[in-house]
């Protein structure tokens, strides 16, 4: 079946610093990758939805300038987190949709626990 | 707007007894209905989904869900607890032709006693 993966898998980081996560699709290429976010206890939050080779859609709410997608490729997306502060901790969980297929299922990665201090 | 509600945030049942996890949605047109499970430090996993075909579905694992209109409900069934299905689990609402985006409940943790 089709893989998704994240890395790292958790990150500390003092506040001020920016934290860059990956989001790779293994076996299939992925034209939208989305990004979301999830607290404890609570449901993931669609952040943003990035499109291979343009600009990202963000939520709203979502500050797009303290969150940077970069979609540069068909098999990755990245996520950075600039100038993190402890408000920015939270499980970030991104998904990939195989390219050529529209409204199907999304293939989900593990997560990326971030702490910032 | 499109949401659910998942009646229970945890549910506990004894290995080898029913599973009833209960997801109620809100929408003002069809929707597609998907209910995902996700294991400790694992990706989500796609249990099954509704779009419009069969009220009644039949996913992976011997989980089924059945769609009823009429209670906007979507509650995800098994008749037989196994260890291997504690885990969270999430309803998830998508508008329909071709709106990709996904609303989450906010999830039901599912223990199985031994």
């Known amino acids: 079946g089709a893989v998704v993966s994240q890395h790292p898998s958790w990150v500390i980081c003092k506040s001020g610093t920016s934290v860059k996560i990956e989001c790779r699709s293994l076996?299939?290429?992925?034209?939208?990758m989305f990004w979301y976010r999830q607290f404890p206890k609570q449901s993931l939050m669609l952040m943003a939805t990035s499109n291979e080779g343009s600009k990202a859609t963000y939520e709203q709410g979502v500050e797009k300038d303290k969150f940077l997608i970069n979609h540069a490729s068909l098999t990755l997306s990245t996520l950075t987190v600039t100038s993190a502060h402890p408000e920015d901790s939270s499980f970030y969980i991104c998904?990939?949709?195989?390219?050529?297929?529209?409204?199907?299922?999304?293939?989900f990665g593990p997560g990326t626990r971030l702490t910032v201090l | 707007a499109q949401s659910v509600t998942q009646l229970d945030s945890h549910v506990s049942v004894s290995e080898g007894t029913p599973v009833l996890l209960r997801c109620n949605y809100s929408?003002?047109?069809?929707?597609?209905l998907f209910w995902y499970v996700q294991h400790p430090n694992k990706g989500l996993q796609l249990l099954l989904k509704?779009?419009?075909?069969?009220?009644l579905v039949k996913g992976i694992n011997g989980f089924e869900a059945e769609f009823k209109k009429s209670e906007t409900s979507f509650h995800l069934t098994k008749p037989s607890a196994h260890m291997s299905d504690a885990a969270e689990y999430f309803c998830?609402?998508?508008?329909?032709?071709?709106?990709?985006?996904?609303?989450f409940g906010t999830g039901t943790r599912l223990t199985i006693i031994p």
């Open positions: 998904s990939a949709r195989e390219s050529g297929t529209s409204g199907n299922e999304q293939f």
């Open positions: 509704y779009t419009s075909a069969a009220t």
């Open positions: 998830v609402v998508r508008k329909p032709r071709g709106n990709e985006k996904l609303t």
């Open positions: 076996d299939f290429q992925a034209t939208t």
């Open positions: 929408s003002s047109y069809s929707p597609s």
